[in-house]
Nanobody
């Protein structure tokens, strides 16, 4: 599976951005899709993940209520709508795909396929 992330940019605090991640695989709908982020000098951290449908989404506490993950299986695309952005949201954002199994859906090491990352910078 090849993943192509896009939509990052430089915004002011309080603004919104929507990230997109397009997958090349027609079996996209069978994967759990996640978004992770990595700030300079920090480890990659879980942001959000979604299973088959919007009702199966989960978020890191730091973004809950501000970010929304969604997917369009017909377009093989997953989105991350980010509202009320804060300077601490500044990071490179990665989308990733994980097979459905018993492994943790919050652990980046369990995701098999990764996009190239897109930079999000939030100024104060």
């Amino acid at each position: 599976v090849q993943l192509q992330a896009s939509g990052g940019g430089l915004v002011q605090a309080g603004a919104s951005l929507r990230l997109s991640c397009a997958a090349s695989d027609r079996t996209f709908s069978s994967y759990i899709m996640g978004w992770f982020r990595q700030a300079p000098g920090k480890e990659r951290e879980f942001v959000a993940r979604i299973r088959w449908s919007a009702g199966s989404a989960d978020y890191a506490d730091s973004v809950k209520g501000r970010f929304t993950i969604s997917r369009d299986n017909a377009k093989s695309t997953v989105y991350l709508q980010m509202n009320t952005l804060k300077p601490e949201d500044t990071a490179v954002y990665f989308c990733a795909a994980k097979e459905v199994n018993v492994d943790s859906e919050y652990d980046a090491r369990r995701y098999l396929y990764w996009g190239q990352g897109t930079q999000v910078t939030v100024s104060s």
